[in-house]
Nanobody, 118 residues
Framework: QVQTVESGGGLVQPGGSLRLSCDCT????????MGWYRQAPGQERALVAY???????VYEEPVKGRFTISRNNAKKQVYLEMNNLKPEDTAVYYC????????????WGPGTQVTVSS
């Protein structure tokens, strides 16, 4: 199991950038594919991107070309670099283990709020 604490969110203008970090508590982060997820007000939590144990990254269409997911297993951290932010990126962002049935997960970290507004 992996426990997560997200940080790095904030208020940013459209077109701006943020870098989110996720501190993971686990014995060996390298055993897990990890994902970033987000939940906008009134919407269900959605996958943003995930990174495999082999460091292959997959992005959902709305963020392709703008977001970059990465990981540092030695530091037990996962990152999300977000560029050219848009108002529709406003959400609470979470990281967690990724697997294809990820919606069944019940344990989530506190998340970090990202607000994109002028």
């Amino acid at each position: 199991q992996v426990q997560t604490v997200e940080s790095g969110g904030g208020l940013v203008q459209p077109g701006g950038s943020l870098r989110l970090s996720c501190d993971c508590t686990t014995g060996n982060l390298g055993l897990y594919a990890m994902g970033w997820y987000r939940q906008a007000p009134g919407q269900e939590r959605a996958l943003v991107a995930y990174i495999s144990v082999g460091n292959d990254a997959v992005y959902e269409e709305p963020v392709k070309g703008r977001f970059t997911i990465s990981r540092n297993n030695a530091k037990k951290q996962v990152y999300l670099e977000m560029n050219n932010l848009k108002p529709e990126d406003t959400a609470v962002y979470y990281c967690n283990v990724f697997y294809f049935n990820w919606r069944s997960q019940t344990k989530w970290g506190p998340g970090t709020q990202v607000t994109v507004s002028s």
